[in-house]
């Protein structure tokens, strides 16, 4: 989990707090001034600043001040004197998130944090794997919670990508049949003869081609979970032998004499509207009130656009250790334009443009045109230009070719991969820009 940077020049108030947090389950690096803080800053990608207003030599006003040029999405708070209520209002002018008033409670402390960061809340165990700080998505998890002790079979919406299959393993971690096997299957592969003898199984010899017995994966998941991914997509003949494996929990083999108790979980996704595909005669009724017993939509990426930098970062780091690379974070432009985009691909999508710019990325921060190759500069004219997003490291000596070419890339990056968004700015038309992309090679 990201650390928080707790800035105070008294090193018993730190190291007070420090444990405080600790035993909340936060992790907090203590810095004694200003300068501390701006070079450990420099290194970490905190996820919060805490500092003190009153400090000797530089401040908090003036490091706050720092922190909000450099480095503008990272939250700050402030703790201040109560004699000090100006500088607590200066700091709030300056873009501070919150200030609390000194002597400081240690709950009182963690309310605010958790309100800031919503991700530092306290989650029901067990669900590490789902990276979230989503309101709508953590209140599923609390759900989650009871419904896994249950054998209530749950029915899980949501686009493409949205992390159905993450919850469905997660209800079975936490579940008493997590030490039973976990088994899925896509529903939307196979033709229905193979889908039938891949759920319920065959006898040797039962058709053509059946030469061993074959255990169906009802069987396979005995004591455990049944994924029944893409449920819309099953054909209306092997609903019902579905749903009578359901009601009677048993099943019976293709060519078998007698049918099989099973002790089966099961949980379904689709990305379909599973109530009008019934209503337009697509998917049996009573089916789908008995996979329906606990519903949960997942809302498509766009819509908790506060987990997007969150999620960002969590494949940053899954995907640093296993490139062997050390990227401490995104810069802020890329971070700005993660959070721009549509991702109609949703998390699945997301992770694959993090792991691709961990490939691509040379320094030690992501930039936007290493998470989309749309816009694309060469290292050095941005790095020169890094100190201020919107300059442009242009000398004598390049080409007027080269000049326009830093120029409509740069625009580009900062009207976040907008092609009319930047032609409005160079005042020239969006296939222009299309153009000269296809000439730079870039489209
Ligand atoms: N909340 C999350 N935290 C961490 N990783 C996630 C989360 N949601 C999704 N992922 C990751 O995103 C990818 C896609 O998730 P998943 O396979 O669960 O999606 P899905 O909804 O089942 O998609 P599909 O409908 O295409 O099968 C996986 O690599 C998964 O690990
Ligand atoms: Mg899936």
New binding site residues.
């Given amino acids: 989990m990201a650390k928080i940077l707790l800035v105070d020049d008294d090193p018993d108030f730190c190291a007070a707090l420090v444990a405080r947090l600790a035993q909340k389950g936060l992790d907090v690096d203590a810095a004694e001034s200003g300068a501390v803080a701006l070079a450990r800053l420099r290194d970490h990608a905190y996820a919060l600043v805490i500092s003190d207003v009153r400090m000797p030599e530089m401040d908090g006003i003036e490091l706050l001040r720092r922190v909000k040029e450099d480095r503008p999405q990272t939250p700050v708070l402030m703790l201040t004197a109560f004699r000090d209520v100006d500088g607590a209002v200066e700091a709030m002018k300056l873009g501070a998130n919150d200030y609390l008033i000194k002597p400081v409670e240690g709950d009182i402390l963690y309310a605010k944090i958790t309100h800031i960061l919503p991700e530092f809340g306290e989650r029901p165990a067990g669900f590490e ?4 700080c989503d309101p709508s998505m953590v209140k599923h998890l609390e759900m989650l919670d009871m419904v896994a002790q249950s054998n209530a079979s749950v029915l899980l919406s ?1 686009e ?7 919850f469905a393993r997660a209800i079975h971690e936490r579940s008493p049949r997590s030490s039973f096997p976990f088994v899925a299957v896509n529903c939307a592969g196979l033709p229905e003869g193979l889908l039938q003898s891949e759920l319920f199984g065959h006898e040797k010899g039962s058709f053509t081609g059946a030469s061993t017995q074959h255990k169906g994966k009802f069987e396979q998941a005995d004591g455990g979970t049944l994924l029944l ?1 893409e449920i819309s997509e099953m054909p209306p003949e092997l609903q019902a032998k579905l749903l009578r494996a359901l009601q009677e929990r048993e099943v019976d083999r293709l060519g078998g004499k007698r049918p099989i108790k099973v002790d089966v979980r099961v949980i379904a ?1 689709t ?1 379909r509207d599973m109530q009008q595909h019934v209503r337009d005669g697509g998917f049996r009724e009573d089916l789908f009130y008995r996979l329906c017993v606990v519903p949960i939509t ?1 809302p498509p990426l766009r819509e908790r656009r506060m987990d997007i930098l969150l ?1 960002a970062r ?1 494949f940053l780091k899954e995907f640093c250790e296993q490139n062997q690379k050390s990227i401490s974070d995104f810069t802020d432009a890329a971070a700005g334009w993660m959070e721009s985009q549509q991702w109609h691909g949703n ?2 999508e997301l ?1 694959n443009v993090v792991e691709r710019a961990v490939v691509l990325c040379q320094g030690n921060r992501v930039e936007s045109y290493e998470l989309n190759p749309e816009l694309w500069v060469t290292p050095e004219s941005d790095a020169a230009a890094a100190d201020d997003p919107g300059r442009l490291d242009v000398r004598v000596g390049m080409t007027a070719h080269e000049v326009e070419k830093r120029l409509i890339l740069k625009t580009l990056e900062e009207s976040g991969g907008n092609k009319s968004r930047a032609a409005e700015i160079l005042g020239i038309t969006p296939r222009t820009i299309r153009n000269k992309l296809r000439e730079y090679g870039l489209m």
Avoid at 129 to 132: E, K
Avoid at 160 to 166: C, H, I, L, R
């Fill in positions: 794997s789902i990276v979230t949501g493409s990508g949205t992390g159905k299959e993450v991914d996704t990305n997942l999620l969590h998390v699945r992770r």
